[in-house]
């Protein structure tokens, strides 16, 4: 009657592949195992190995299935330790449908279950099938216990590819470029040096022979095209990841699609969402624009990927997305801000690290001390940041948040996902009035904290419920 | 129904807890001196600075951990539990206030190591969906009273609901 299901057979040979490349050094080992035995016994060893690695993988995937039944999912998985689960259908968080490059092609689809179990590290469920399949089990999963489905009454909230654009240069990314760079040129540096011989220390010889004013261009020149580069980098990665945004709600469910090589969908109850973060990075804040993330169990818990609900959006159009979609998370109630004489607070442990440096430097090279000045005004401006930011609140539903310097994060909460709450002050603090606030959050990876510093005593045991 | 300290027995087992953690510290510290830096490094002064100041800071820091931390923590530590909260308050430096909603307590575990089994006393853990917080040094008899008197009200709080 209830039919069982399996991973796509694309799944096996993926697998194995992974496993063929994270044991790399036992076909390394092979080799040398060659020169040992002798070829013919090495082959037998390494064809006997090749078969049970193929049997396992078979095993694996012939004890890997789930069954769809009236109102619940039936997994059961393991070859020796075996494990059954059983998920009703109402206790499903969040689906997600993603394909990789290589699913594209074979027209397969990876979708992933989650309830809103924290103890269970990862995913429960995962399987890789047919994308005809995958689209038909979402509509199956979501429309028990509600009557929509996934028809875009609703104008969806999408993101031009100018907006990208600007994003890409906003946002952080522009050192993730950089950190690409690093990885390419780590990567040339293992396998180009044993085919080209390019000696850097000449070029430099060269740059200390020649006039100091012609050093200084030449290394403006490079920095400055690095920085070109990592901005190409950074726009064309952020341009692929997010390709064709779109974010729409249809009832109590949230819909999330988009990328172009590696294609996300995601889909999940509005109910279940425990939180939101308003979060701007340091240019983010000069030019007023925001990304959204949301806090939901088994959103944004994987590798790689953010818990995102709009990547860049302005203030207006931010206020109407918590207007049109989350309106539970609108918070009217009063915030709190430091007191204007807690403002020294936020900077003493920084100018004592600096005092620190500075010391070392003086021992080490007197000359760096000047340098330490750069150093200091940075953290004058990440403190002053910080101060300006912090701020907290409470209403009846719903807690406030906002904290960090140059990664302003605002975090509206329910006030049921809040586990505990804890005040903390020093002598210093508890004589002047203030205390810091920290929470703890439900959430998938366990124990997320929040702090805010420095604020004025009692204001928030009281609301906590 | 206010604040209530922790059981008196918690500073023996602190005591004898952390001074054979500090004496295991203590031991391999003497071993990597004299096995791996003394016979290589002894000429350089600098190094012969560091490491006394090392032993010296070491020394210091377990004789205060083990035996003067213990007294003032056990001062320090209060607990209450109300009809719909639990209220934590600890910290000798930093003092800390916790407070832990019934309606949040997933689960509670009852824990007795072996040198709390000489003096009696268990630690309570209350455990959330976020994260587990402890009671230290609690009688057993108590430990038990307190987890009865949780289960009745969280059943009453699920009856109002």
């Known amino acids: ?465 | 129904m206010g604040y209530e300290s922790i059981d008196r027995n918690a500073i023996k087992t602190w005591i004898i807890g952390r001074t054979i953690v500090s004496i295991i510290i203590f031991t391999i510290y003497i071993l990597i001196k004299y096995l791996l830096i003394v016979p290589r490094f002894n000429y350089i002064l600098m190094v012969n600075y560091l490491i006394n100041i090392l032993e010296f800071i070491i020394i210091l820091f377990s004789i205060m951990e083990s035996f003067v931390w213990p007294f003032l923590e056990y001062q320090q530590w209060k607990y209450g539990i109300f009809e719909d909260k639990i209220e934590l308050i600890r910290g000798i430096i930093v003092r800390k206030k916790t407070i832990i909603p019934i309606s949040r307590i997933q689960n509670l575990k009852i824990e007795q190591g072996p040198i709390q089994r000489i003096y009696k006393i268990t630690s309570v853990n209350i455990i959330t969906a976020g994260g587990c917080h402890e009671i230290p040094a609690i009688p057993v008899e108590e430990a038990e009273a307190i987890s009865e008197r949780l289960k009745r009200i969280i059943e009453m709080g699920e009856r109002n609901v």
């Open chain 1, 1 to 465: 009657m209830y039919k069982a299901e399996r991973n796509h057979i694309l799944k096996i040979f993926y697998d194995m592949a992974k496993l063929i490349k994270e044991f790399i050094g036992i076909v390394v080992a092979v080799g040398v195992l060659v020169s040992k035995i002798g070829l013919m016994k090495s082959i037998l060893i390494g064809s006997g190995l090749f078969a049970v690695v193929i049997l396992c993988e078979f095993l694996m995937w012939r004890k890997n299935f789930f069954i769809i039944r009236e109102s619940s999912i039936y997994h059961q998985e393991g070859i020796f330790n075996i494990k059954k689960v059983e998920i009703p259908f109402k206790r499903i968080n969040t689906i997600d449908v993603s394909q990789k490059f290589i699913e594209r092609v074979f027209k397969v689809a990876t979708i992933k279950i989650d309830t809103g179990d924290t103890s269970n590290k990862g995913s429960e469920l995962k399987f890789t099938l047919k994308r005809t399949r995958t689209d038909q089990l979402r509509d199956i999963l979501l429309k028990r216990g509600t009557i929509d489905n996934e028809s875009q009454e609703k104008k969806p909230y999408t993101v031009k590819p100018r907006e990208l654009i600007v994003y890409s240069l906003i946002s952080n990314s522009v050192l993730k470029g950089i950190g690409m760079l690093f990885v390419a040129q780590q990567f040339f540096d293992q396998y180009l040096k044993n085919f080209v011989s390019v000696n850097t220390s000449l070029y430099v010889d060269e740059l200390k022979g020649e006039d100091i004013y012609h050093a200084v261009y030449t290394i403006s020149f490079i920095v400055l095209g690095l920085i070109f580069i990592s901005m190409i980098l950074s726009i064309i990665y952020v341009f692929f990841k997010y390709y064709d945004f779109k974010m729409w709600s249809n009832g109590d469910k949230i819909y999330i699609k988009y990328g172009a090589v590696n294609r996300k969908s995601y889909s999940f109850d509005r109910e279940k969402i425990k939180g939101i973060h308003i979060k701007q990075t340091f240019l983010m804040q000069f030019f007023g624009f925001f990304t959204m993330e949301i806090e939901s169990i088994g959103y944004g818990d994987e590798k790689e990927e953010k818990a995102i609900l709009y990547p860049m959006c302005t203030n207006s159009l931010k206020d109407q997305i918590i207007e049109d979609v989350l309106c539970e998370f609108k918070y009217i109630g009063e915030i709190t801000k430091p007191n204007k004489n807690a403002g020294f607070r936020f900077f003493y442990k920084k100018i004592i690290f600096w005092a620190v440096t500075v010391l070392i430097c003086l021992f080490i090279k007197p000359e760096f001390a000047v340098f330490t000045l750069i150093l200091l005004l940075l953290l004058m401006i990440i403190g002053y940041l910080e101060f300006k930011n912090t701020a907290f609140g409470t209403d009846k539903n719903l807690i406030y948040m906002a904290y960090h310097g140059f990664n302003k994060t605002q975090s509206v909460l329910k006030m049921t996902a809040v586990q505990s709450l804890t005040v903390s002050h020093t002598y210093f603090q508890h004589r002047r009035g203030f205390c810091d606030y920290s929470i703890i959050l439900y959430s998938s990876n366990a124990g997320k904290i929040l702090k805010v510093k420095n604020l004025k005593n009692g204001i928030a045991e009281r609301a906590f419920k």
